[in-house]
């Protein structure tokens, strides 16, 4: 069932919120002000999930996603928008859900942190095909478990992507184990370190010792060493770290006031 929607506002997780019949509607990819055509996926009494099938009343200040895998790949919500907007629609949501969830009403002002908002993340998660020679890396397509193969993600750090490159040319060939699914990239940009998430079985010495020859920087130890404003900090394999490299020492500085 398709049906025509004037989206309100941005709600958390980048969605658009409209109403159509007296119920809520969430889409993806929308702006507030812009009129749309949508389509129902799942629905309840109260709510409406939707997938956008055409827009009918762009707003003037959308902008062409830099990346091209944006509304295919899962990953990103805001390229849409222009990056001084996508901070505000942010601090906007933050408030909101503040007062809706947490009932916080808070009165004085957010300050926004920001910075680069390319080439940023030190961290991905990235999943993997391989049958026979056929081989592709990439992340889960926007609201489904297919993949969606890459060859560069523009939001990650230059070393996340040329770990990919390298794997990449790897994965076509006989010694990639066809039973690895999911892998996890770090780095503090001169070292990597590759984490195995899912598989059916435990590759071999042998994949890592390849990894080591291909891949930039690979790290075997099972921590590294990631140096942020003027520390030194040892991070171990699959522990919380600030995942914008150009926030990791400005992050902790405001919050302890230093």
């Not at 790949?73 to 990056?83: A, M, T």
């Not at 947490?102 to 030190?122: C, F, H, L, M, S």
């Amino acid at each position: 069932m398709t049906f025509p929607l004037e989206i309100e506002k941005l709600v958390y997780g980048g969605q658009g919120l409209g109403r159509w019949n007296g119920r809520v509607v969430l889409a993806p990819f929308v702006l507030p002000g812009e009129r749309v055509t949508v389509e129902a996926e799942r629905e309840s009494a109260d709510l409406v999930s939707a997938r956008l099938v055409s827009l009918d009343a762009p707003v003037e200040w959308r902008v062409e996603p830099p990346c091209p895998y944006f509304a295919q790949c899962g990953g990103c919500h805001y390229q849409h928008i222009p990056y001084e907007r996508q901070l505000e629609f942010k601090r906007s949501i933050l408030v909101e859900t503040l007062a809706r969830i947490g009932k916080i009403e808070w009165p004085g002002p957010v300050e926004i942190v920001a910075g680069e908002p390319w080439g940023y993340r030190n961290r991905a998660q990235l999943r993997l095909y391989k049958h026979g020679s056929r081989f592709a890396i990439g992340y889960f397509q926007f609201g489904t478990h297919r993949l969606e193969p890459i060859d560069a993600c523009p939001i990650c750090s230059p070393a996340i992507n040329r770990a990919v490159a390298a794997l990449a040319r790897m994965g076509p060939g006989r010694r990639f184990p066809e039973f690895l699914r999911e892998i996890e990239l770090f780095t503090n940009e001169n070292d990597i370190q590759l984490t195995v998430l899912e598989t059916t079985r435990p590759p071999a010495r042998r994949f890592f010792d390849w990894c080591a020859e291909e891949i930039p920087g690979f790290c075997r130890a099972n921590f590294m060493d990631y140096p942020a404003g003027g520390d030194l900090f040892r991070v171990s394999s699959r522990s919380f770290f600030q995942v914008n490299r150009f926030l990791a020492a400005l992050l902790p500085e405001l919050v302890v006031g230093a």
